[in-house]
């Protein structure tokens, strides 16, 4: 069976980032996988088998098993155009695009009616960078297999970055009119609208990938658009769904950071901002914009009024917790009630206590910097519950 290589779409965000959308074609598992074991122990000259293992390693991210898998079949069965195909397949997931490339063109040599063949190969080009030969590739997908909306969507995509921007909506319309049950397809020719400025448009396609398969790159797109629309209150909405279905989809942190700058409210900015260096620190526009921000915050603090600070200096905060309580007057609030109610029980304790009492709260610091990030952990209720048990120290003794 043939299997397709979907073309990520990639996500303009602001000009901070790219995301990617996930191909519809993924999947965690393979459910023959156990059959395909006990089918290359009888045979271990089984191609198809070792063809269709690869697959399965390559759909739930094991590209290393896929590789070797699919360089014994190619072994077995080198004049088999869908074995080819199916290792170019596993070198493009692993960004290895002219390896790939040779091996969708030997598929193609193979059997030149093979429309997956050019399509991945298309893919390939696109990722590469070489949008004109991704189009060439398409354009040969499209002759061979004219009802492809996959094919017409990855070509609008390319088209797009040739600046060819009546092409690749006239690809996109295409695709839907095809399929219009894949979300993916609603979502890239939302994209388009987004470039163009049509962000009326642009919404209602994300609207509709949205209800179609509710993902956080969907989610995040859209909350761009009313980024640009400045209604940074339904952009904020938007990423906090997208936070909620995958909350390690970093873009919609560094995204929901910018939208609370243009609110002015730099505190949560800089918390988003840390979250996103915290699951992608390689991330040079994050750690920059966060630099920036920090600034910011620090001479905002030297001319605040004592009430308004925490008990520690917030220019000299290393830690993220501790960072986040300089952002959140709440947090601010506790921190200082917590302090006061620390000092109050100690001064009624004796020296036993005393000592039992401050490893008591050494503890409880170190732990809440140990959990704190965590989507379990929730810093307020964790002080809360702190500041209640300090001041029933205080109370009873």
Do not use: W
């Not at 074609?25 to 023959?32: F, I, L, V």
């Not at 339904?234 to 929901?256: C, H, Q, T, V, W």
């Not at 200082?336 to 109050?344: P, T």
């Amino acid at each position: 069976m043939r299997q397709t290589l979907s073309l990520l779409a990639a996500l303009s965000v602001l000009a901070i980032a790219p995301a990617q959308a996930q191909s519809s074609n993924k999947t965690d598992s393979c459910a023959a996988m156990a059959d395909l074991d006990r089918a290359i122990a009888l045979d271990p000259k089984d191609a198809g088998a070792f063809r269709q293992r690869a697959e399965c390693y390559r759909l739930s991210g094991r590209v290393d098993s896929a590789l070797a898998d699919a360089n014994e079949a190619v072994r077995l069965d080198p004049k088999s155009s869908v074995v080819f195909e199916t290792r170019g397949n596993v070198l493009n997931n692993n960004r290895q695009y002219d390896a790939a490339i040779e091996d969708y063109n030997e598929a193609i040599r193979l059997d030149p009616g093979y429309a997956q063949a050019f399509m991945d190969r298309g893919a390939a080009y696109y990722f590469k960078g070489d949008s004109a030969r991704a189009v060439e590739s398409y354009d040969e997908a499209i002759k061979l297999d004219s009802k492809s909306a996959q094919a017409f969507s990855n070509r609008g995509a390319a088209y797009k970055k040739l600046g060819r921007g009546e092409l690749a909506l006239a690809d996109e319309n295409e695709a839907i009119r095809l399929d219009p049950t894949r979300p993916e397809y609603f979502d890239n020719r939302g994209l388009f609208y987004q470039s163009t400025g049509d962000y009326d448009r642009a919404i209602a396609d994300f609207d509709e990938a949205v209800r179609l398969k509710p993902q956080a790159n969907f989610l995040t797109n859209r909350g761009d658009v009313y980024n640009k629309k400045s209604d940074y209150d339904r952009a904020i909405d938007n990423y906090d769904a997208a936070i909620k279905l995958n909350p390690g989809f970093y873009l919609a942190y560094n995204n929901r950071a910018v939208a609370y700058r243009k609110k002015g409210e730099f505190d949560r900015a800089i918390d988003d901002l840390e979250q996103v260096l915290r699951i992608n620190p390689r991330m040079e526009t994050a750690a920059s914009n966060l630099a920036s921000l920090r600034e910011e915050r620090a001479r905002r603090n030297l001319v605040s009024g004592h009430d308004d600070l925490p008990t520690f200096n917030c220019g000299d905060a290393r830690r993220a917790v501790e960072k986040a309580i300089c952002s959140d007057r709440d947090l601010i609030r506790l921190d200082r009630q917590i302090d006061d109610a620390y000092k109050a029980a100690m001064s009624k304790l004796d020296r036993n206590g005393v000592a039992r009492l401050r490893r008591e709260q050494r503890a409880f610091n170190t732990r809440r910097d140990r959990l704190f990030g965590r989507p379990d952990f929730q810093l307020k209720p964790e002080l809360e519950r702190r500041l209640l048990a300090l001041r029933g120290k205080s109370a009873v003794n």
